[in-house]
């Protein structure tokens, strides 16, 4: 792991970081603190995956496995960044992912670049201190603060590159225009093939409600696990279904928007809500009803709320640079786009036992975990016949393995 701890200006010498455990972070006047610092950042950069419920959910679902932390940087009384992050105790020594469990955006953020740098050096103590075999810090795309200047400063040995794909609600108008769109308003600001989709759902029949009941959750859960496995995908533990309603709360935090088609469920989907930024997050459709494109009614009616409740984007998720269907799959829903970066550092004294590693090892020593790019294997090409997400039904998450 190379690079030495960055420096740090004068001027950030008021900064402080604390590690903290979740429990820490879930006392009401921290908790209050750090949801101020988050709804108060610039470009609606504090995400879904730095929220205090989304947290809980990862220290519940690697409980037995890994540990959470989140450092946090404080002038005065006054929280000023975080970087949240896991340590996975695993078969081929420990691992910290920042953060795991399908790509999940953890990197350092904050608006104040002596709090980047004062960031960055407690990213590279936890990492001396740690040891971990690997690190991977993934970068948030929608980031205020242009994270370039740290980059060589970080011990990085290894790049990965990510598209977000996301919707700009606001370039479609405000609520008062969401709450008149009809599907013909609607569908002209999309591409053609989105265009038709749309239509063609509404004339087969599809109707589209939020339900947040048991039986759509076990829906959701049903037709995701059974999909996912024929199509060879990564599946979602049941453990994340399970613990739903504990984490997040239905309507606030999240809705499960269901399609019927002759008074049956076909598709659903899964979307989180945090502060104004709607995470397409687990979709499904049966498949003998694809053809009648109940996803594309679904999106309609999910994006139109989102407007309505004045949220400013709708985030896609991660797209690896060689998934051009699904690139293209929500493409032509007008998405704009924006890179981000894994950053990875690897223990001199493991770099070498990790490479001689199989795609496949790697997976089954470190679940919803990411270890290193593929590509600097001994032989990558396996990678090749790794799962990928089927087109038009990626997960936000999926997309970013």
């Known amino acids: 792991m190379p ?36 709804a108060g950042l ?47 105790d695993g078969p081929l020594g420990k691992v910290i992912n920042a953060l795991p469990f399908f790509g999940s955006h953890g990197g350092l953020l904050t608006d104040d670049m002596d709090t980047a740098r004062v960031l960055a050096g407690a990213w590279h103590d936890t990492l001396d201190t740690i040891e971990p075999v690997a690190a991977t ?46 599907v013909d308003r609607f569908a002209e600001k999309l591409g053609d093939t989105a265009r038709r989709n749309v239509r063609k759902a509404f004339k087969s029949g599809v109707t589209v409600a939020v339900d947040n009941s048991a039986e759509a959750l076990a829906f959701l859960r049903h037709t995701h696990t059974t999909t996912m496995a024929d199509q060879g995908g990564t599946v979602k533990p049941a453990a994340f279904f399970d613990g739903l309603t504990r984490w997040f709360e239905p309507h606030t935090h999240y809705n499960i928007y269901v399609a019927r088609q002759d008074g049956q469920r076909v598709a659903a989907l899964l979307v989180f ?59 032509k829903w007008n998405t704009n786009e924006s890179r981000y970066f894994y950053w990875t550092s ?46 038009g039904e990626a997960t936000a998450g999926s997309a970013h393995r």
């Not at 809980?56 to 679902?61: E, R």
């Not at 690897?346 to 795609?359: C, E, F, I, S, V």
């Open 273 to 331: 809500y945090w502060h104004r930024t709607m995470e397409y997050f687990v979709p499904v459709t049966l498949p003998d009803a694809r053809n009648s494109q109940p996803m594309a009614a679904i999106l309609y009616a999910a994006l139109k709320d989102a407007g309505m409740r004045g949220m400013t984007r709708f985030n896609w998720g991660g797209t690896w640079l060689s998934q051009t269907g699904v690139y293209q799959f929500k493409k």
């Open 346 to 391: 690897l223990h001199p004294g493991h770099a070498r036992t990790l490479k001689t590693q199989t795609p496949q090892t790697l997976i089954d020593a470190y679940p919803y975990w990411y270890v290193l790019p593929f590509n600097l294997l001994a032989s990558p090409d396996m990678s090749d016949t790794l799962p990928r997400p089927p087109i």
């Open 3 to 38: 690079a030495a701890n960055p420096t740090v200006d004068a001027t950030a010498a008021t900064l402080t970081v604390t590690s903290m455990t979740l429990d820490s972070l879930m006392q009401p006047a921290i908790r209050h603190r750090y949801e101020t610092f988050l």
């Open 137 to 182: 810090m993934i970068t948030n795309p929608f980031c205020p603060l242009d994270l370039a200047p740290l980059r060589d400063t970080l011990p990085i040995d290894a790049t990965d590159e990510r598209i977000a794909q996301f919707i700009d609600l606001t370039d479609w108008g405000d609520g008062n225009v969401w709450a008149h769109m009809d």
């Open 42 to 88: 610039a470009n609606d950069s504090g995400l879904l995956y730095y929220a205090p419920p989304y947290l809980a959910m990862l220290a519940d679902l690697f409980e037995a496995s890994a540990q959470l932390q989140v450092l946090v940087a404080e002038r005065g009384n006054t929280i000023t960044g975080c970087l949240p992050l896991m340590v996975c």
